[in-house]
């Protein structure tokens, strides 16, 4: 859905890191006063619900400094400059878990957290999953947990899983995709 | 689940904002090895699927300019310093929405990003709703439609629904907590 932009009367940019950078808009909105808005630039990344033969789905767990803890994800990562979002979905699916999938289908996208970043996320089903025999990504301190997929269900609502892409993923293969 | 955390080496902070601050951690990882990590501090939000006496889902519709897109989201907010969450949750649903709730239920919470930012967010069902005598807030310019909550799972299947919480919460609530 395309709509009409903000009209943007400044731009200053005020981080560049590595995973995001930073900058404010003076924008004039629809309603016709003035703002300043703070956006974090995040490039799109890719999330992946891999099920395998016994309907089980592997999940990855690992620390994520930002929010201290240990976190049960899908395996995710973000697409690289130039990369189409599929082959980001099967690169990240082999570093991240040691699989690759003969079938991977798009269920749909959604921005991470709209009010403050612009980072997007497709979010593939991968099945027909095979054991890679490239080797894993060793800069990533992660290990690989399959878990049938009506236990995650509970694991959801038990707050066993607390990641925004994963329950969202998880849920949307079970209930809209997965027939 | 609490965890041992890495060991921080030392801070920089390089912005701080209305909404969030961005820090860079250098750190000292289980695997022995040092890195920076950046890091968006956001508050803590909640956001809310408020559910009417016919099984409509009110949702709030409102141009987003980190995505610039006009997205059709649940209503949701940034929890004030010292605020409970519940109270933020009722105080967004009026604002946004001019309902209140005789019921509210927490369903569970989660990282939206959890690979760069500590946003964390309260999950809530609100049910019997009352129209509030209250102002709406007129700093948003948002408008709400309410929408049948089966309908809502073709509108997330077909892509018109295109924000990770409202996905997540949507799902959850209709598969996984409203019995």
Chains 1, 2 share one sequence.
Not at 6 to 30: A, C, M, P, W, Y
Not at 71 to 78: D, M, R, S, T, Y
Not at 94 to 119: D, H, I, K, V
């Amino acid at each position: 859905m395309d709509d009409t932009s903000n009209k943007i009367i400044s731009t200053e940019h005020h981080f560049q890191g590595k995973v995001f950078n930073v900058r404010t808009d003076r924008v004039l909105l629809d309603i016709g006063f003035e703002t300043n808005i703070d956006i974090v630039e995040h490039k799109p990344a890719v999330s992946i619900v891999p099920i395998d033969e016994n309907d089980r789905i592997v999940m990855v767990r690992q620390y994520r400094h930002p929010s201290s803890r240990n976190l049960l994800e899908i395996p995710a990562g973000i697409i690289e400059d130039g990369e189409k979002p599929e082959k980001t979905a099967l690169r990240e699916l082999q570093e991240e878990t040691g699989y690759t999938a003969r079938n991977l289908r798009l269920m749909t996208g959604f921005w991470s957290s709209p009010g403050f970043t612009n980072e997007y996320m497709y979010a593939y089903i991968a099945k027909d999953l095979l054991e890679s025999k490239l080797p894993q990504d060793e800069d990533e301190d992660i290990s690989i947990e399959k878990i049938p997929l009506d236990q995650l269900e509970r694991l959801i609502k038990f707050g066993e899983i607390e990641d925004a892409k994963s329950i969202a993923c998880i849920l949307m293969a079970k209930f809209l995709f997965n027939k």
